[in-house]
C-alpha cells in the first residue's frame, strides 16, 4: 500500500478475472441477450409486420451492440486496450452472427414452425452459438493479460 494509491500491479490483479466469473457473467448476458433478442423480434415481426429475415436482423444487430459493450466492459475485462482487441472482436461477431443468421433462418424454412416455435429455435441458435463465442472471446478476442511482474 502506498498511502492509498493504487499501484499498477494491483490494477493489472483486478482487471484478471477467473474463468468461473467469465462464465457466470456470460450465462446473465446470454438470458437477458435472448430476453431481448425475442422481444425485438416479437415488436417487428408480430407488431410491425416485418418479414422474419428483416425482424431478426435487427433484433441480432441490437443484440449485438449491446453486448459489445457488455462484453469488454464486464464480462471480459481485459488489461489490453479495446483498440487492440477491436479488429479480434470484429471478426469473431462477424462469424457468430452470420452462422447464428443462417442456422436461425434454416431452421425458420425447414421447420415452418409456429410463432412460439420460432421464439425456440431463436433461444436455440444463441445458446448453441454462444460455446464458440465464449471459446472465442476468452482466449482470443479479450485475452486476460499476463501476470504482473514480480519486484525482486
Known amino acids: 500500500m502506498n498511502g492509498g494509491a493504487v499501484d499498477s500491479s494491483e490494477t493489472a490483479v483486478s482487471a484478471k478475472q477467473t474463468v468461473v466469473s467469465r462464465i457466470f457473467w ?6 437477458i441477450s435472448v430476453a431481448i433478442n425475442a422481444g425485438i ?3 417487428t415481426n408480430n407488431v410491425w409486420h416485418w418479414t422474419d429475415r428483416s425482424s431478426y436482423a435487427l433484433s441480432l444487430t441490437v443484440v449485438t451492440i449491446v453486448f459489445s459493450v457488455w462484453n469488454y ?4 475485462r481485459t488489461t489490453a486496450d479495446w483498440r487492440h482487441c477491436l479488429a479480434r472482436y470484429l471478426g469473431a461477431i462477424a462469424i457468430c452472427y452470420v452462422l447464428n443468421f443462417l442456422v436461425t433462418m434454416t431452421g425458420f ?3 415452418s414452425p409456429s410463432q412460439m416455435m420460432k421464439y425456440g429455435i431463436i433461444a436455440t441458435v444463441q445458446v448453441g452459438m454462444s460455446g464458440l463465442k465464449f471459446l472465442l472471446y476468452h482466449f482470443w478476442v479479450y485475452p486476460r493479460g499476463q501476470e504482473p511482474e514480480r519486484e525482486v
Open 26 to 31: 456470460f450465462g446473465v448476458g446470454g438470458c
Open 41 to 43: 423480434f416479437h415488436l
Open 73 to 76: 466492459l464486464l464480462n471480459f
Open 109 to 111: 424454412k425447414q421447420l
